[in-house]
């Protein structure tokens, strides 16, 4: 079973920047690697739908922006596939919000990080853009 691990978040000033992690663990070699998978970073903000910020196709390279982070967001992986971050750029209080990161299975979809796809999710960030 992939399970994964997210860690940072926190409260940060208009302008500033921060960095979310998201780290694959399991039981078997399969399931401690994110070669196979499609990961994307999602969040809640207070009163909204769950949304796709980022995606990235570890075996493919190929990402996704929401226009909303677009230029400002960047989404990268360590060399193992083990470890996906999310780098938060120039935020904003729209940023706000609980920042899930989420795997799928590789496979061809209209839209890569489409929501309903994603089958296997970290617990949650918090992330407060606030002066």
């Known amino acids: 079973q992939l399970q994964l691990v997210q860690s940072g978040g926190g409260l940060v000033q208009p302008g500033r920047s921060l960095r979310l992690s998201c780290a694959a663990s399991?039981?078997?070699?399969?399931?401690?690697?994110?070669?196979?998978?499609?990961v994307g970073w999602f969040r809640q903000a207070p009163g909204k739908e769950r949304e796709g910020v980022s995606c990235l196709s570890i075996r493919y390279g190929t990402t996704y922006y929401a226009n909303s982070v677009k230029g400002r967001f960047t989404i990268s992986r360590d060399d193992a596939g083990r470890t996906v971050w999310l780098h938060l750029d120039n935020l904003t209080p729209e940023d706000t919000g609980v920042y899930y990161c989420?795997?799928?299975?590789?496979?061809?979809?209209?839209?890569?990080?489409?929501?309903?796809?994603?089958?296997?999710w970290g617990q949650g960030s918090q992330v407060t853009v606030s002066a």
């Open positions: 989420a795997a799928r299975a590789e496979a061809t979809v209209s839209n890569m990080c489409d929501i309903s796809f994603f089958n296997y």
């Open positions: 399991g039981s078997t070699p399969h399931y401690s690697t994110l070669h196979y998978y499609v």
